[in-house]
Antibody, heavy 114, light 112 residues
Framework: QVQVVDSGGGVVQPGRSLRLSCAASGFNFSNYGMEWVRQAPGKGLEWVAVIWYDGSSKYYAESVKGRFTISRDNSRNTLYLQMNSLRVEDTAVYYC???????WGQGTLVTVSS | DVVMTQSPLSLPVTLGQPASISCRSSQSLVYSDGNTYLHWFHQRPGQSPRRLIYKVSNRDSGVPDRFSGSGSGTDFTLKISRVEAEDVGIYYCLQGTHWPRTFGQGTKVEIK
């Protein structure tokens, strides 16, 4: 069955970096675009980034553009989100999801705090 | 960015009664391929979101037929024909026609 498992969250100081991972299984990963969505504590869903099935195109939310980078390794069935220059307002549960959100990970919590 | 506006933001419902959530977009969601990429999600407390409806009116696998989606252009609706206890939570619409994708604010459904 289709599974996506997020990992890599933790507590980090403002200005530092963190890399999230998302391990996919149960489907042909290299055939699907993948996305990151986040949810700040007690808030709604915010779309973050998308990457095409072959990595050829990427789009970002304005709030993370220039600081976050989405990437993938199709040989490892893994999606990544490199987060640099983290801000307090980046604190959220980060979910990876298959294209258009038909499958979601369980989420990984990123807390940015001094 | 396309702004997605949901209403109401809070919806108390009686078990067995119908419920309806509106989602309006600031631009048409009709893509150049003729499709309309408007999707609906449900999130229970402490859980990941689950997609219910894709491209306006298509139910995802395993979604009960009491859920239906309709609409066109900039105006969309999610309907629950008879609310059950498991339907509580927050419902979000998402537009996938324009980049960046954008979600509605969410509608919290609770039992009266």
């Amino acid at each position: 069955q289709v599974q996506v498992v997020d990992s890599g969250g933790g507590v980090v100081q403002p200005g530092r970096s963190l890399r999230l991972s998302c391990a996919a299984s149960g489907f042909n990963f290299s055939n699907y675009g993948m996305e990151w969505v986040r949810q700040a504590p007690g808030k709604g869903l915010e779309w973050v980034a998308v990457i095409w099935y072959d990595g050829s195109s990427k789009y970002y939310a304005e709030s993370v553009k220039g600081r976050f980078t989405i990437s993938r390794d199709n040989s490892r069935n893994t999606l990544y989100l490199q987060m640099n220059s983290l801000r307090v307002e980046d604190t959220a549960v980060y979910y990876c999801a298959r294209w258009a959100g038909d499958y979601w990970g369980q989420g990984t919590l990123v807390t940015v705090s001094s | 960015d396309v702004v997605m506006t949901q209403s109401p933001l809070s919806l108390p419902v009686t078990l067995g009664q119908p419920a309806s959530i509106s989602c309006r977009s600031s631009q048409s969601l009709v893509y150049s391929d003729g499709n309309t990429y408007l999707h609906w999600f449900h999130q229970r407390p402490g859980q990941s979101p689950r997609r219910l409806i894709y491209k306006v009116s298509n139910r995802d696998s395993g979604v009960p037929d009491r859920f239906s989606g309709s609409g066109s252009g900039t105006d969309f609706t999610l309907k629950i024909s008879r609310v059950e206890a498991e339907d509580v939570g927050i419902y979000y619409c998402l537009q996938g026609t324009h980049w960046p994708r954008t979600f509605g604010q969410g509608t919290k459904v609770e039992i009266k």
